[in-house]
């Protein structure tokens, strides 16, 4: 085995629990704990590693360290129990019903939950209870500092608290083109207000979105991050483990193909499916739209996952030219167009579908924004 499979075994190993057997011809170099740290796995590698018998384990130093790791893990996850519960209790107001979402939520369904790495604390309220959420943050948080409450302001208020993020959402997705707005909300107002789920553990009882929706969400997050910034396999192990925990798989085939579909993001979908059968472990029975035909453009987006290089740099570019935004209303629009059509190559690259999708969506909008106003947004 080479690093990467060899990290590979060890991540599927410590995703579904798996015997120690399927690890015994594998081969422990720097490498392999580089990537794990990379890709945002790093305790859970670390504490697979540790199980395996002393002859396959690596010297002395480097399982004082991957321990130190694990620990740190789990001290920052009690850290942010703690803010969540204070986070819940303000909230815990009549006309308020936050749901948890992403990686904080999706932990439970881990072997070892306190082993998923975990950034910043998501919980969604809605548009209508989004200001009153904010201003309920604020006074809960009141030694917080307070980023620009209008930035991303169609999406998420951020609070930050003793380096933890803490991001109230009114959408928990963006979209430019009106029909997918439509669509995701309605979606997301099933999902978040009318069936959501009332999970109870030993850290509490929050609810969570519906785990159809959850899916859906989880994949269009991913996909959002991996076009405007970085994805890593932390996110792709959240999905796997989204989609394992639903039941009826087949009716969750169906409402993924029908909302995918619509979406334009169907294909983009199968490339993630190649990936989590081939390389996360999931049975390709199992995996919803799971089609093997897209190999090519599936290990291209493999390939940059695990390309942390090409991946800084990407988000370093994007850094330099958010500086450089012209202040002339036209020469704006024409800096942004370019930007949407750099972004639009690099996709093609894994999905030409949704490229053009993405920059036809982009003229329009930006036509529509030049004629009634900056400012205006078509999804308010």
Request: a positive charge; charged letters at 25%; aromatic letters at 10%.
């Amino acid at each position: 085995m080479n690093s990467e499979q060899t990290y590979f075994a060890l991540l599927r190993a410590a995703l579904w629990n798996t015997s120690d057997e399927a690890l015994k011809d594998i081969s422990l170099t720097s490498e392999v704990f580089t990537i794990a740290q990379q890709q945002g796995t790093a305790a859970l590698v670390y504490d697979r590693i540790l199980s395996l018998p002393q002859a396959q384990r690596p010297d002395a130093q480097t399982q004082a360290f991957m321990k130190q790791v694990c620990a740190r893990t789990m001290l920052h996850q009690e850290h942010m129990l703690d803010y969540l519960r204070r986070a819940q209790k303000a909230l815990d107001v009549p006309t308020i019903k936050p749901v948890l979402l992403k990686g904080f939520s999706l932990a439970r369904l881990y072997p070892k939950p306190y082993l998923r790495q975990c950034g910043d604390i998501d919980i969604f309220v809605g548009k209508e209870a989004y200001h009153k959420g904010a201003k309920l943050l604020r006074e809960a948080f009141p030694e917080a500092a307070l980023f620009d409450e209008e930035k991303d302001y169609y999406k998420h208020y951020n609070l930050t608290f003793k380096s933890t993020a803490i991001e109230m959402h009114r959408v928990s997705v963006s979209f430019a083109h009106p029909r997918d707005v439509r669509l995701y909300d309605r979606l997301e107002h099933e999902a978040m207000f009318v069936s959501p789920r009332t999970i109870t553990t030993e850290h509490g009882t929050w609810l969570e979105p519906e785990e159809r929706f959850n899916v859906l969400f989880v994949f269009i997050h991913s996909w959002e991050h991996l076009l405007s910034e970085t994805v890593s396999f932390r996110q792709l192990c959240d999905l796997a483990l989204a989609i394992h925990n639903v039941q009826d798989k087949e009716e969750l085939a169906r409402y993924l193909h029908r909302n995918l579909k619509t979406l334009r993001l169907l294909r983009a979908w199968q490339l993630y499916a190649y990936i989590l059968v081939h390389y996360l472990g999931v049975p390709a029975e199992q995996m919803p739209l799971y089609t093997p035909h897209c190999k090519r453009r599936a290990e291209h987006l493999l390939a940059i996952i695990l390309d942390p290089k090409g991946r800084a740099e990407h988000i370093e570019a994007n850094k330099q030219r958010n500086l450089n935004v012209p202040k002339n209303v036209v020469l704006r629009k024409l800096f942004t167009f370019r930007c949407r059509l750099r972004e639009a190559r690099e996709i093609a690259k894994i999905e030409p579908q949704y490229a053009r999708h993405t920059i036809t969506t982009s003229i329009a909008q930006s036509f529509i924004r030049f004629l009634h106003g900056e400012n205006t947004r078509t999804w308010e």
